[in-house]
């Protein structure tokens, strides 16, 4: 087995043959890799390129490397020998360019798309950019869907995602940092923000962590928010998970920090709160009261799918009384002959509901969302004709399905979901005072949560007026003047108050 460290101490021969024969020896089964030999000038000194076939973009090697050595400096009829720095300077065209002396550089370039050059009697490698691999186009969002505003997406190439947010922020001050994660994959991973708004000391700390990742390798961004979470044991998630560009503009601009990881058409967002997760991006697209009933309405919407089957069945099982008599004597009416008590009705309804859901995620898009809304319908109306569950419970499953589909972010989707089993089981054994108890539990729970050092919930408490601006509603834009104070940014303020500097240019 081989890994890079091994190749630290290994130098560039200035001889030709030897660095093929090196080349061929570590990369023996890579038959994708391309040797290609050729001489230039007068004295016919002897070059070698590698590079790997399908990553590097030929029109570029063959017009601005091939031509300008082979054909251009042939016609100059050059007798000298020349250097690979005379090379890098005086004969190669293409805009990036770098020398290195051991392998291991070289290799992590050729690995990474770019091509390299060997030179007869040079001690060192040249290094040409040449990525140039098939990726997929820009396209619209697939899982967060908006009926106004941008409809970009984020796609798998780190650079393009990258010009997706410099397209937004034309600002000197959006750093970009590039890290490596992975033994084997050295996988490029950026932070970006910007300099002057995010707070110093969680720059650090995100760099910190990501720097501490000791793995093989990472394919996506959700597999890295889980290496660098504050805490990894918890359904709530430390992390947004984005693939809309305008999302994580407004993210940078409120202080935040944003995690690219090549290979992944989703950014991740930090530090979050709790409210991060139920803020859509129609809320900045619609007027101020349209998205603020929207909002309180996912708040909601987010309660219901965790605790109203357990509110069911604490209603039915303890506390009758407070069902008015109409409605009480139709529950009783419908679950006559029926051979299970709800609780168990409760659960069975819910299992099918769940595999439904995941069926539809499963299957091929054009029949995913018809087999799980026909399957439901289907499922469930066969249930109470074969008097297997009373009709209220579909309703109640029905019900608690339709709110959970409201959550802008399917991660907070995922927690609500699983939320709802125990309160199923403290609804049916302890009543309203067991889902009060868990209520209380799981807040406790969310205020011990911190992500990057902010609190899950500290956007809600202590509490500050100016953040409340948009947590359950959002004011008008012109009242929105300051950052979040929570993420303790560098500069404050987002929006200038004409009206106050209009009088005060007046008293002067």
């Given at each position: 087995?081989?890994?890079?460290?091994?190749?630290?101490?290994?130098?560039?021969?200035?001889?030709?043959?030897?660095?093929?024969?090196?080349?061929?020896?570590?990369?023996?089964?890579?038959?994708?890799?391309?040797?290609?030999?050729?001489?230039?000038?007068?004295?016919?000194?002897?070059?070698?390129?590698?590079?790997?076939?399908?990553?590097?973009?030929?029109?570029?090697?063959?017009?601005?490397?091939?031509?300008?050595?082979?054909?251009?400096?042939?016609?100059?009829?050059?007798?000298?020998?020349?250097?690979?720095?005379?090379?890098?300077?005086?004969?190669?065209?293409?805009?990036?360019?770098?020398?290195?002396?051991?392998?291991?550089?070289?290799?992590?370039?050729?690995?990474?798309?770019?091509?390299?050059?060997?030179?007869e009697g040079s001690a060192h490698g040249l290094i040409i950019g040449s990525k140039g691999w098939e990726s997929r186009g820009v396209s619209e969002p697939t899982t967060e869907k908006a009926v106004k505003g941008p409809k970009d997406c984020f796609i798998e190439t780190l650079r393009s995602n990258i010009v997706l947010i410099r397209r937004r922020i034309r600002d000197p001050n959006l750093a970009v940092e590039v890290l490596q994660i992975g033994r084997r994959t050295k996988t490029d991973v950026a932070i970006v923000y910007i300099k002057g708004v995010l707070n110093p000391e969680i720059a650090e700390e995100i760099k910190r962590r990501i720097q501490a990742v000791d793995?093989?390798?990472?394919?996506?961004?959700?597999?890295?928010?889980?290496?660098?979470?504050?805490?990894?044991?918890?359904?709530?998630?430390?992390?947004?998970?984005?693939?809309?560009?305008?999302?994580?503009?407004?993210?940078?601009?409120?202080?935040?920090?944003?995690?690219?990881?090549?290979?992944?058409?989703?950014?991740?967002?930090?530090?979050?709160?709790?409210?991060?997760?139920?803020?859509?991006?129609?809320?900045?697209?619609?007027?101020?009261?349209?998205?603020?009933?929207?909002?309180?309405?996912?708040?909601?919407?987010?309660?219901?799918?965790?605790?109203?089957?357990?509110?069911?069945?604490?209603?039915?099982?303890?506390?009758?009384?407070?069902?008015?008599?109409?409605?009480?004597?139709?529950?009783?009416?419908?679950?006559?002959?029926?051979?299970?008590?709800?609780?168990?009705?409760?659960?069975?309804?819910?299992?099918?509901?769940?595999?439904?859901?995941?069926?539809?995620?499963?299957?091929?898009?054009?029949?995913?969302?018809?087999?799980?809304?026909?399957?439901?319908?289907?499922?469930?109306?066969?249930?109470?004709?074969?008097?297997?569950?009373?009709?209220?419970?579909?309703?109640?499953?029905?019900?608690?399905?339709?709110?959970?589909?409201?959550?802008?972010?399917?991660?907070?989707?995922?927690?609500?979901?699983?939320?709802?089993?125990?309160?199923?089981?403290?609804?049916?054994?302890?009543?309203?005072?067991?889902?009060?108890?868990?209520?209380?539990?799981?807040?406790?729970?969310?205020?011990?949560?911190?992500?990057?050092?902010?609190?899950?919930?500290?956007?809600?408490?202590?509490?500050?007026?100016?953040?409340?601006?948009?947590?359950?509603?959002?004011?008008?834009?012109?009242?929105?003047?300051?950052?979040?104070?929570?993420?303790?940014?560098?500069?404050?303020?987002?929006?200038?108050?004409?009206?106050?500097?209009?009088?005060?240019?007046?008293?002067?």
């Amino acid at each position: 087995m081989i890994e890079y460290e091994a190749f630290k101490n290994v130098y560039v021969r200035k001889k030709v043959k030897d660095n093929r024969k090196y080349l061929q020896e570590i990369l023996s089964n890579a038959a994708d890799i391309v040797y290609r030999e050729f001489v230039i000038g007068a004295a016919q000194q002897h070059l070698l390129m590698v590079f790997v076939d399908g990553m590097v973009e030929k029109k570029l090697i063959g017009e601005q490397v091939l031509k300008s050595l082979m054909v251009e400096l042939n016609e100059a009829t050059y007798r000298e020998i020349f250097t690979i720095e005379e090379i890098k300077n005086r004969l190669v065209s293409t805009a990036e360019i770098r020398e290195a002396e051991t392998f291991d550089t070289l290799m992590l370039a050729l690995m990474s798309g770019d091509t390299l050059i060997f030179a007869e009697g040079s001690a060192h490698g040249l290094i040409i950019g040449s990525k140039g691999w098939e990726s997929r186009g820009v396209s619209e969002p697939t899982t967060e869907k908006a009926v106004k505003g941008p409809k970009d997406c984020f796609i798998e190439t780190l650079r393009s995602n990258i010009v997706l947010i410099r397209r937004r922020i034309r600002d000197p001050n959006l750093a970009v940092e590039v890290l490596q994660i992975g033994r084997r994959t050295k996988t490029d991973v950026a932070i970006v923000y910007i300099k002057g708004v995010l707070n110093p000391e969680i720059a650090e700390e995100i760099k910190r962590r990501i720097q501490a990742v000791d793995i093989d390798g990472i394919t996506d961004s959700s597999q890295l928010e889980e290496l660098i979470a504050d805490h990894p044991w918890t359904i709530f998630p430390l992390g947004r998970i984005t693939e809309r560009p305008d999302k994580v503009t407004a993210a940078l601009l409120e202080g935040r920090a944003a995690i690219v990881v090549d290979g992944s058409p989703f950014v991740l967002i930090v530090p979050v709160t709790f409210s991060t997760f139920l803020s859509a991006v129609d809320d900045y697209y619609q007027r101020s009261i349209v998205a603020s009933t929207i909002r309180l309405t996912r708040y909601l919407s987010f309660y219901i799918s965790a605790a109203l089957p357990g509110l069911y069945l604490a209603l039915v099982s303890f506390h009758p009384g407070m069902i008015p008599p109409p409605l009480a004597l139709a529950i009783v009416g419908t679950r006559v002959a029926l051979p299970f008590p709800s609780f168990v009705e409760m659960i069975l309804m819910e299992t099918v509901l769940e595999i439904l859901q995941e069926a539809g995620i499963r299957l091929p898009q054009a029949i995913g969302q018809t087999v799980s809304i026909v399957g439901g319908i289907v499922i469930g109306q066969a249930a109470v004709q074969a008097g297997v569950v009373s009709p209220i419970i579909v309703i109640i499953v029905a019900l608690t399905a339709i709110t959970s589909f409201t959550l802008p972010s399917y991660h907070i989707n995922l927690s609500s979901r699983i939320l709802r089993m125990p309160f199923i089981l403290v609804g049916a054994t302890l009543g309203f005072y067991g889902i009060v108890i868990l209520s209380l539990f799981v807040l406790l729970h969310m205020a011990s949560l911190t992500s990057f050092g902010v609190g899950y919930l500290e956007d809600f408490s202590p509490y500050r007026i100016r953040d409340f601006k948009d947590i359950f509603i959002r004011v008008p834009m012109k009242l929105m003047r300051k950052r979040p104070e929570f993420l303790k940014p560098e500069d404050t303020q987002r929006q200038v108050d004409r009206k106050k500097m209009k009088e005060k240019t007046d008293d002067q």
